[in-house]
């Protein structure tokens, strides 16, 4: 009887994942993106973010539409409709370490019962705020904490933190200086 290799692993499709790697590897315009979020200022300290739309290889692929609300708790003047920046940050950064814990256990054969991830930020407003020069303005210090149900072996889960860690977009952003751009125009 013959057997049938699984290609779905974390709800993953391995061969797609793997035929992406390889088109990436033959051509690197495959894989250049330019990601687009347009966010318009609402009243008092409330934003809504609008993203639909994207760049690949110099190509603009049109989605759906999806907006994000942004605002701030009481105590920093909001009305705490929808979470602030910071706390987005945190939600984009559980976002992409799942992306990344998903495809590359799948890559590895590791079948995930349960994944989930709990991040902390400490920030000291005086930065924000202007108060003091000596206080940063953006967070002093994240903390992640990886929870994961599997039966692979601790070593091979420590691989894949590692190779998770190494390759995250988010983590790179975070922890890496990267060039902003900024432009002020008047209407």
């Known amino acids: 009887m013959a057997t049938t290799e699984k290609t779905e692993i974390n709800g993953v499709d391995v061969s797609a994942l793997e035929e992406a790697v390889e088109a990436i590897s033959d051509d690197t315009d495959v894989g250049r993106f330019q ?4 966010t318009e200022w609402e009243d008092a300290l409330k934003a809504t973010t609008t993203i639909n739309a994207f760049e690949q290889a110099g190509e603009t692929i049109h989605t759906r539409d999806f907006t994000l609300q942004g605002d701030e708790p009481e105590q920093i003047l909001g009305e705490r409709t929808a979470p602030n920046a910071v706390e987005l940050l945190l939600g984009a950064l559980g976002s992409c370490l799942s992306v990344g814990y998903a495809a590359n256990a799948a890559a590895m054969d590791i079948e995930l019962d349960d994944l989930r991830f709990e991040m902390e930020g400490d920030i000291d407003l005086r930065g924000f705020l202007g108060i003091s020069e000596d206080v940063r303005p953006g967070y002093e210090t994240i903390r992640c904490t990886t929870y994961v149900s599997t ?9 894949l933190r590692e190779r998770v860690e190494a390759t995250s977009p988010l983590m790179d952003v975070i922890t890496t200086d990267v060039p902003l751009e900024t432009q002020l125009i008047s209407e």
Do not use: I
């Open 151 to 159: 039966d692979a072996p601790e070593e091979q889960l420590e691989e």
């Open 35 to 38: 990601f687009r979020a347009e």
